[in-house]
């Protein structure tokens, strides 16, 4: 009995806000609803702006690229750089995780940083012949003509 006597009030307070909120309103201040042929139009001039927008994208694609080009090449390089290496540290870490391997790689490193150091830079004739493999490569590479200093 006491829950219906709660409900009434409840429901009786709620309808008479909304008295109280259309109690200023006249039948000829109410917002009225667009007819339905403007927003049928509407849509089918945004369908329009969209279709012409698609329509032109290739060419806008176009003109970006033509106008950035550069840019753009020198990001996808950075992007293609970043992720090689990347991978290559993730190959390293891989390979370093296998036991024996990172001590065996170790050891053959020590081995020809030795070998290299006997080899090439003990003598000055050695260190000599070091310096010329090193202008014929560039040359090869890069195309240089040194000079003989």
Same mark, same amino acid.
């Given at each position: 009995?006491?829950?219906?006597?709660?409900?009434?009030?409840?429901?009786?307070?709620?309808?008479?806000?909304?008295?109280?909120?259309?109690?200023?309103?006249?039948?000829?201040?109410?917002?009225?609803?667009?007819?339905?042929?403007?927003?049928?139009?509407?849509?089918?001039?945004?369908?329009?702006?969209?279709?012409? =927008? /698609? &329509?032109? @994208?290739?060419?806008?694609?176009?003109?970006?690229?033509?106008?950035?080009? %550069?840019?753009? *090449?020198?990001?996808?390089?950075?992007?293609?750089?970043?992720?090689?290496?990347?991978? =290559? /540290? &993730?190959? @390293?870490?891989?390979?370093?995780?296998?036991?024996?391997?990172?001590?065996? %790689?170790?050891? *053959?490193?020590?081995?020809?940083?030795?070998?290299?150091?006997?080899?090439?830079?003990?003598?000055?004739?050695?260190?000599?012949?070091?310096?010329?493999?090193?202008?014929?490569?560039?040359?090869?590479?890069?195309?240089?003509?040194?000079?003989?200093?």
């Amino acid at each position: 009995m006491e829950t219906e006597l709660e409900q009434q009030q409840y429901v009786d307070a709620a309808s008479q806000n909304r008295v109280e909120a259309l109690k200023g309103s006249e039948a000829g201040n109410l917002p009225m609803l667009p007819p339905a042929s403007e927003t049928e139009e509407q849509w089918q001039r945004i369908g329009r702006q969209i279709s012409t =927008f /698609l &329509a032109q @994208l290739p060419e806008y694609i176009g003109n970006f690229y033509q106008e950035y080009k %550069l840019p753009i *090449i020198s990001f996808a390089l950075l992007v293609i750089v970043v992720t090689t290496l990347r991978i =290559f /540290l &993730a190959v @390293l870490n891989a390979i370093n995780s296998i036991p024996l391997v990172s001590p065996i %790689l170790q050891f *053959i490193g020590l081995g020809y940083t030795i070998w290299f150091t006997f080899r090439y830079l003990l003598k000055d004739s050695t260190r000599q012949e070091l310096v010329g493999e090193i202008r014929l490569l560039k040359k090869q590479i890069l195309g240089i003509q040194e000079s003989q200093a």
